[in-house]
């Protein structure tokens, strides 16, 4: 009988026994995997309008806070810096605040006056019946119009001395109405000229919100005896608040960006009673050639609007318990 001595002994179980105690050695660990990154061909679909919205957009808005800090002139060899001096000037400007005023002032009268109409006008308009159909696409008609030939025709038909509205007060015994002319009924006839352009599309939202109403509850609230007016506050308009955020929100934005109506009616005039905020850029940036101040209004005018729009997200928020 020959004897291996463990010593001699070459094997794995052998050499694992004189190494850690017995015990088989353990498994080299891999190191952590790499996560492939795999192309996604969205992107391809993506990237056109990526493209354009960075050309169109990112970069004009990125060149416009550029040109805000410069004394910009179109033209010029060289272009001296201000630094904030150009919203140094807007705090001193009174154009500035009467445009503003001008633009606040057309943004709170048309907008409320849209919502409740457009609102009311949904309610009566509600039942799919085919008069109702009729009514909401002469309604939607002036929508798809715009601005400018809203403008256009609106201005004819206000001229005191041609205008089929001259004709009609001199034939009630009014006399001709000056009413873009005036300084006092000026701003109150263009926003009526907006207000009847874009009744139709608020009709419409509200029409589609309210018809998302579920019935049920309605008839749940009859049997608790709820009468019109409660169903009104407590079911429709908390239902529809989705609907009212958008229409809210689109109209503001609209409003405060309204430069063709005031340009092709009035021009701002007269004694820059109807100058809105974008009529006031457009002058300075493109009759004055005074870039960088014009830049400077649409950084205020830009910041106007994502305030405004964080404002009404934060007071039309809704959640799934509403």
Do not use: C
């Amino acid at each position: 009988m020959h004897l291996v001595s463990p010593a001699l002994s070459t094997g794995p179980l052998s050499s694992s026994a004189t190494s850690d105690g017995g015990r088989a050695p353990a498994r080299p660990t891999r190191g952590p995997r790499r996560r492939r990154v795999r192309f996604q061909p969205a992107w391809l679909f993506v990237a056109p309008s990526l493209v354009i919205f960075a050309v169109f957009v990112f970069y004009p808005i990125a060149s416009a806070i550029v040109y805000s800090f410069f004394d910009w002139q179109i033209g010029a060899t060289s272009q001296r810096w201000l630094g904030l001096g150009n919203y140094s000037h807007l705090l001193h400007d009174s154009q500035f605040w009467n445009s503003l005023r001008v633009t606040l002032v057309f943004t709170v009268v048309s907008v409320v006056v849209l919502l409740v109409l457009g609102f009311v006008t949904a309610l009566m308009l509600l039942r799919n019946t085919l008069a109702n159909r009729v009514v909401r696409s002469v309604l939607l008609f002036p929508t798809i119009v715009s601005f400018v030939t809203i403008g256009m025709v609106w201005k004819f038909l206000l001229d005191p001395s041609i205008g089929l509205v001259g004709g009609l007060t001199r034939a009630i015994g009014l006399g001709p109405v000056a009413w873009l002319q005036d300084v006092n009924l000026a701003l109150p006839t263009v926003i009526f000229v907006a207000i009847w352009r874009s009744t139709g599309f608020t009709v419409v939202l509200f029409v589609a919100g309210l018809q998302n109403v579920p019935p049920e509850l309605y008839e749940a609230a009859r049997l608790d005896g709820a009468n019109q007016r409660q169903l009104v506050r407590h079911i429709t308009l908390p239902s529809i608040r989705p609907t009212m955020l958008f229409a809210t929100t689109i109209l503001t934005i609209q409003s405060l960006q309204v430069f063709d109506l005031v340009f092709v009616m009035t021009g701002g005039g007269p004694l820059f009673r109807t100058d809105s905020l974008v009529n006031l850029l457009y002058r300075y940036g493109f009759v004055n050639f005074q870039t960088g101040y014009a830049s400077a209004i649409s950084q205020v005018l830009l910041l106007i609007i994502i305030v405004v729009s964080l404002v009404q997200l934060r007071i039309f928020r809704f959640n799934d318990v509403d």
